[in-house]
């Protein structure tokens, strides 16, 4: 049996997950891995759970909170979710 490193329930069916840069973390629910390991939108707050942008290092939900926090990275920033690659 494992404890859940954010809400410390005992559980059996604990998941560790594996992270690059070598961390291992034990979780009981994927709730509790979003909330520990999921990036946070700088412009928003909301946690990144799916692609997300990142621009100059920054992580943002989507273009839209990126264009809103920097209107600098604008130009740099594309909307592709749905379009076609070619």
Do not use: K
């Not at 520990?36 to 928003?44: F, G, I, Q, T, Y």
Request: proline share 2%; glycine share 12%.
């Amino acid at each position: 049996m494992g404890t859940c490193e954010v809400c410390g329930n005992d559980y059996w069916m604990t998941f560790e997950v594996h992270t690059t840069g070598g961390g291992v973390h034990t979780f009981d629910s994927f709730e509790c891995a979003a909330q520990r390991l999921a990036p946070v939108c700088e412009h928003c707050g909301c946690r990144i759970l799916g692609h997300g942008v990142e621009a100059s290092g920054r992580f943002f939900c989507c273009a839209h909170c990126a264009r809103r926090s920097d209107m600098a990275m604008a130009a740099e920033l594309r909307d592709t979710v749905g379009a076609h690659p070619g």
